[in-house]
């Protein structure tokens, strides 16, 4: 093992730990009366005091142990690093369904090492799973090793998982998109949490997975555990996701899933 695969093992270790922590708080630590504490780019884009919460005890975890890492969270928590590594954090993802009790959220924490992601995880307390992957070493939900799904023969039988934005504009973009999309699929699934459906892409619950809007601390640990798991992720074609939108899916469906996002336009609101 050289150095390098060294040091992506020791993060993973810190994001597992940190992960697991604030998973057990979000879970345990839930008080029947939650409301919203704030919002963010729309009345419908909340924050619970739960998300603050839980991102205060990971970034002071990581201050413990890693005092001289970057961070970019979602809540805020950032700071340059002298190290070359940074953490990307989303402390909650899936707030509102966390709001109404809803199971479909997690804890998603990436380590970049010189801007790659190289180590993630993606705690989901109520499904009883830890995604985690290392980057070339494989993909693996708690202990047991993750593989996406062989491409269905036809691209009528794929599911196929979405999300949707906060904006009136863009929501209504993305839903033309679905409109389209809809008919020329099994069907589509829209559950709330980006990072656990880019996880369900690598365990083979999707066919594939595609959305428009998606911040760092939403995709960065998601998207290296579909890859690990063998499942192929990008935005536009030819480039990496992004911002403006984020795909994966199975090796011989992604590539068509890609393309007709492309001329379905739902790369722009």
């Keep these: 093992m050289t150095d390098t695969d060294a040091l992506d093992r020791r993060l993973l ?64 928590a950032s700071r340059e690093g002298t190290s070359g590594v940074r953490w990307v954090i989303d402390p909650l993802d899936g707030t509102v369904n966390y709001l109404y009790g809803l199971p479909s959220w997690s804890v998603s924490i990436a380590a970049e090492r010189d801007g790659v992601a190289v180590a993630g995880v993606v705690e989901t307390p109520m499904r009883g799973e830890t995604y985690h992957a290392v980057r070339g070493g494989g993909a693996f939900v708690n202990d047991r090793a993750a593989r996406c799904r062989p491409a269905p023969q036809d691209f009528s039988q794929a599911l196929i998982g979405t999300g949707f934005g906060y904006l009136t504009e863009r929501r209504a973009a993305q839903a033309e998109v679905a409109r389209q999309l809809l008919p020329q699929v099994r069907d589509i699934r829209r559950a709330g949490s980006a990072a656990i459906d880019l996880c369900d892409v690598g365990c083979g619950r999707l066919d594939g997975y595609y959305e428009r809007g998606l911040n760092p601390w939403d995709r960065a640990a998601g998207v290296l555990f579909a890859r690990e798991a063998g499942a192929l992720a990008g935005g536009r074609p030819g480039s990496p996701a992004g911002d403006d939108l984020t795909v994966a899916g199975s090796p011989g469906l992604f590539e068509p899933l890609q393309a007709l996002l492309e001329d379905l336009g739902a790369w722009h609101d």
Aim: charged share 35%.
């Design 13 to 76: 270790d810190v994001a597992l730990e940190a992960a697991r922590r604030a998973g057990t708080l979000l879970r345990d630590g839930r008080p029947e009366d939650l409301t919203v504490a704030a919002t963010k780019t729309s009345p419908i884009d909340v924050v619970t005091e739960m998300d603050l919460a839980a991102e205060k005890l990971i970034t002071g975890y990581l201050a413990e142990v890693r005092p001289d890492d970057g961070l970019l969270g979602e809540e805020g």
